[in-house]
């Protein structure tokens, strides 16, 4: 069985900087993986996926992910933070049917 | 506009009471989902369908029923046995179940007292 691992619950950028939130996954078969943003009091929204092909994955609002099979990786990027990206993040990996998220990372943006 | 609605925003019960949380969609899609999230423990599976008059457990189904009658809608039935209900429940739903990205409600926040 497959599980994803967010690595800081809590992670604190100055606007501008760069953001990096990091998950690791486990799975016995290549997965489809996922990262979603989430607003408060809101629903989740997808960001961006990697299924197949390119492990460089760009998604919306600037952010980015690479997944890396060697590290077992799919850590999430934006080269510079704006207020805006304040919110939850959640990474999520799928296998034989079967999505799982992450306990989610919650992103601070100091002005 | 597609998209998946959710209601009520808030909702607030007695404890002892049986309360249903509304779901329905509108883009077409076979599999729907519940879940349940608390701070810190990201999503948790309730229950999902594959498809109408279909659907099975999740990981966390003591205390909770489901219907799947028509394909734009899953009602969720928090029942008196469930222990700790107050949670922010959110509904999914995909094209298919497996490996394709899922699409969430805005969430119902149910306080139980």
């Known amino acids: 069985a497959q599980s994803v691992t967010q690595l800081g619950s809590h992670v604190s950028v100055s606007e501008g900087a760069l953001v990096l939130l990091r998950c690791n996954y486990s799975?016995?078969?290549?997965?489809?993986l996922f990262w979603y943003v989430q607003y408060p009091n809101q629903g989740l929204q997808l960001l961006l996926k990697?299924?197949?092909?390119?492990?460089l994955v760009k998604g919306i609002n600037g952010f980015e992910a690479e997944f890396k099979k060697s590290e077992t990786s799919f850590h999430l990027t934006k080269p510079s933070a704006h207020m805006s990206d304040a919110a939850e993040y959640f990474c999520?990996?799928?296998?034989?049917?079967?999505?799982?998220f992450g306990a989610g990372t919650r992103l601070t943006v100091k002005p | 506009d597609g998209g998946i609605t959710q209601s009520p925003k808030y909702l607030f019960r007695k404890e002892g009471q049986n309360v249903t949380l509304s779901c329905e969609q509108n883009?077409?899609?076979?599999?729907m989902y519940w879940y349940r999230q608390d701070p810190g423990q990201g999503l948790r599976l309730i229950y999902y369908?594959?498809?109408?008059?279909?659907?099975q457990k999740g990981d966390i189904a003591e205390g909770y029923s489901v219907s799947r009658e028509k394909k734009e809608s899953f009602p969720l039935t928090v029942t008196s046995a469930q222990k700790n209900p107050t949670a922010f429940y959110l509904c999914?739903?995909?094209?298919?179940?497996?490996?394709?990205?899922?699409?969430f409600g805005p969430g119902t926040r149910l306080t139980v007292t």
């Open positions: 999520a990996v799928s296998e034989d049917n079967d999505m799982r």
């Open positions: 369908s594959q498809i109408v008059n279909d659907f």
């Open positions: 990697y299924t197949t092909g390119a492990t």
């Open positions: 999914a739903s995909s094209i298919g179940h497996g490996s394709y990205e899922q699409y």
């Open positions: 799975s016995s078969v290549p997965p489809y």
């Open positions: 883009l077409n899609h076979d599999a």
